[in-house]
């Protein structure tokens, strides 16, 4: 079983198109990675998807790196 | 039957406009979801798909009752899964000169007219982005584009369809989506059926092609627009009118 860290990484990178090793703790979707507006917000859904779970508006728009989407999906799923 | 495996979302499907959509969408081969006001009008609706031979059913919608849109969507892709095509078409007129126009009229049009297109497309994207395909459609009027006394308010909320439709074509047209809006002119149907006789001989005098229009042929510019013949059509107001208004 992948740990958490692990399978976020995964999913910002099948999500933004870019190589895994591209994905690193501090990287910012938007300035780093590429991300648009749009490319965000599918990548909150498919996070929802993969740990089974709502994440509401006003806590997706406070992840913008990929350690606060591990952050937070270990805070509030800890699955 | 370039829709097969294609599920519709139709609103106000009980007759007209809306029905004929419906009827279009499952010659295409598509899986069609009407909706009503009433458990009556759904059943009619099931009735008539069933009639058809379609594959689909009527379901109760009051669009201004709160979380009623999304509700629906949310039944109809636990049923049939996800939405590939919506078509705004549910639509009242509550007509007055705006110096008699009362508030409830504003509101009731507002909230019926404008507001579930909003809900409604929101609730449904998130299943076409994630698809790389999906068509929204709105039915606005050529009084949106030409207004039209006595209808500040029917004629605002169409008008705010063009705005909408090019928007929402902008933000999500990268994920293969594609929003457009078809504006009928006067089309035969119940709510022009109410016209006073002498509005409607001078409204023929405006319409090139001397005639009302039937329903049918609104369907037909929706039904096209949803199919991938109009792949490369988006943000568009597909005029249908008889030579009424030429844009």
């Known amino acids: 079983m992948e740990n958490i860290e692990q399978r976020v990484k995964k999913i910002v990178a099948e999500q933004l198109g870019v190589p895994e090793t591209d994905v690193k703790n501090e990287s910012s979707f938007v300035n780093d990675l590429g991300a648009d507006s749009l490319d965000t917000v ?7 998807e993969e740990f089974e779970c709502e994440i509401p508006d006003e806590d997706a728009e406070k992840i913008t790196t990929v350690q606060q989407a591990i952050d937070y999906v270990s805070a509030n799923l800890g699955k | ?38 458990e009556g009008s759904a059943a009619a609706i099931s009735d008539y798909i069933a009639e058809a031979g379609g594959k689909g059913r009527g379901i109760a919608l009051e669009v201004t009752t709160d979380g009623a849109c999304e509700g629906v ?27 008699r126009l009362k508030d409830e009229d504003w509101d009731a049009i507002m909230d019926t007219n404008l507001k579930p297109v909003y809900k409604l497309s929101k609730a449904v994207i998130r299943g076409m982005m994630k698809a790389r395909w999906g068509r929204i459609i709105n039915i606005a009027s050529v009084v949106g584009a030409t207004g039209n006394a006595g ?86 107001t597909l005029h249908v009118n008889g030579g009424m208004y030429m844009n």
């Open chain 1, 42 to 48: 599918e990548l909150v859904m498919a996070l929802e």
């Open chain 2, 1 to 38: 039957m370039s829709l097969e495996g294609k599920v519709a979302l139709v609103t106000g499907a009980s007759r007209g406009i809306g029905k004929a959509i419906v009827l279009d969408l499952l010659a295409q081969g598509a899986t069609v979801i009407g909706t009503g006001v009433t």
């Open chain 2, 73 to 99: 969507v949310d039944a109809i892709e636990k049923e049939f899964g996800a939405i590939h095509i919506l078509v705004n078409n549910a639509g009242i007129t509550r007509d007055n000169l705006l110096m």
């Open chain 2, 151 to 236: 209808q500040t308010n029917y004629a605002a909320a169409k008008a705010a369809l063009f705005g909408f439709t090019k928007s929402l074509a902008k933000e999500i047209g990268s994920r293969g989506v594609t929003v457009n809006a078809v504006a009928p002119g006067f089309i035969d149907t119940d709510m022009t059926r109410g016209l006073p006789d002498e509005h409607k001989a001078k409204l023929l005098e405006n319409i090139t092609l001397g005639r009302l229009g039937e329903p049918r042929e609104i369907a037909d510019a929706v039904g096209f627009l949803a199919s991938d013949r109009a792949s490369y059509i988006t943000g568009q």
